[in-house]
């Protein structure tokens, strides 16, 4: 009595128990559920043996990993991952089975598990598609950088005639009015080159330009490179009535960093504090150092940025776009490029107004060739 | 008289490339646009004629690999052959096919094997460009399939077919 109600309790759980006969093949013990009902019409009696390999291709994988419980070594029980046939009607059929030993018996329940199916294919569905929209759109806007690269790329060589040609004017050295166009164009041409370059710089960094095996090897030293870069802006800040103070980092403040990319680093964090300076105002370059690495900062007196903008600043066109954000990569390339040397960047803004950037970078232990000289 | 032979072929590649759909092309002549993820595993069987043989392909459809699933290597087992499907829009899915032909090939020797460029009927998409068609076409028998239209499935299908005739 008990056994029965158990018996169809396992049929209406969708369970069919399955015995291991001596011969490997197995009886059924117990209702049958309706799906396994259903798969086994014709044949005759319920205790004719079953090879469940042939019913379910499936348990050739199984079968060996349930044959050492059954040989009671090791576990008593072994699950197998879900799989699915096709029912009647050509729906899904997912279906899981375990292997037990119970007492002397060695049985092979299969259930079917929609539920526990469906869970996981919704989960799993939904993952995977967002990969894969992810990757399509990676794929895309590579595209689309590959193709600003080639339209930056092309609009460099008209302009290079455009210099050419305005500096051999300037080399007429023309009077009056004209020699002051003449020099506003040759500015904004040159700006425009800067920017142009820039923007193909970020474009190499980006695709590979920079590869990690440079870094470790190239080193240079903040002494050199940072009055250099300050003496070169100088000229432009006092233009606006801005002036540059700077502290003189000790000799040997080697970094790990590669000079040209420095320079451009330095140089946009200055060019920036000088753009946002108010006229008459001063622009900070401050160095600090600890044991493992050297700080730089650039201290401005301007507005300072919107907190609004504050969060996306080293993202590309974090400034948004517009004449006063230039090209909108210019912090961005700076953040890739420092990051790459294994360093950080970021911006403050100090209780007292205006916009400090700084970047940390990592002391190079020693610059054999600076040292040896 | 021949025998009818039954072999086990497996599916092995990324998730998406297509495998249950080349499967469903191949064994019930349709197709799906939506994507509907394999779990676990889905078994077709599918006989094929050639002139004076007959075999019986038992296609193991398996999950894809990817960060969220590997592919259960014990499913190799008693497998006569296998297909590695990538997706030609996606170049990463060729790195992902090779990878698990490494696995299998340690696992099953040297069986008969094919791979499948899927998805050709997107052109415009594809990713891998000729001279890296040819490169893998020196070391496999390589087939340019679309589980859309069905062009190249049955070729691909019957080739690893062939190999595994009983001889
Ligand atoms: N255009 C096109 N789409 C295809 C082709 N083959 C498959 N697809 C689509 O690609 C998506 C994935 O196909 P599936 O067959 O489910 O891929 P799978 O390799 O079985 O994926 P998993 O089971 O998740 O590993 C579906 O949206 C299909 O409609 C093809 O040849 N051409
Ligand atoms: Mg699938």
Redesign the pocket.
Known sequence: METSIASSILASLGKVVLERQPDGTFLQRGDAPAWFAHRMRGVLHADTPIRVESLFPFLEVFLPEAEAVWQGEGATRIDSDVWCETAEGGEELPLEATALLVGPARLLVITRCDELFHERRLVLQRA?ELRITYDALAREIEQKDILMHCIVHDLASPLQTILGVLSSLDERDPPGEDGVLLDAALDAALRQRSMIREILTVFAAEHGGLDATHEEAVVCDLHVVLPHVVAEHERTARGRNVRIERDAPPPGSFVVADEPRLVRVLANLLDNAVRHSPVGGHVHVRVRGDDTSLEVSVEDEGPGVPPSLAARLFERFGRGIGPEAGTGLGLYFCRITVERWGGAIGYAAPPEGGARFWFRLRRAATSTGARAA | MSTLAKRKVCLL?A????????VLRFVRSI????????IGTRIETKHIHYDDHEIVLVLW?L??EDEFQRVRLSYLRGAAGYLL?ADGTRRATVETALALHHTAAALLGDVPRVLVL?????RALWELDDASERELAARWPVFE????TGAGVEEAFRALGHALLPR
């Open positions: 995977r | 590649g998730t998406g490339v297509g495998k249950t759909s080349l197709f799906s646009d939506t994507y509907q993820t394999t459809d999950s894809g499907v899927n998805k050709a009927d997107l399939t679309s589980a859309k």
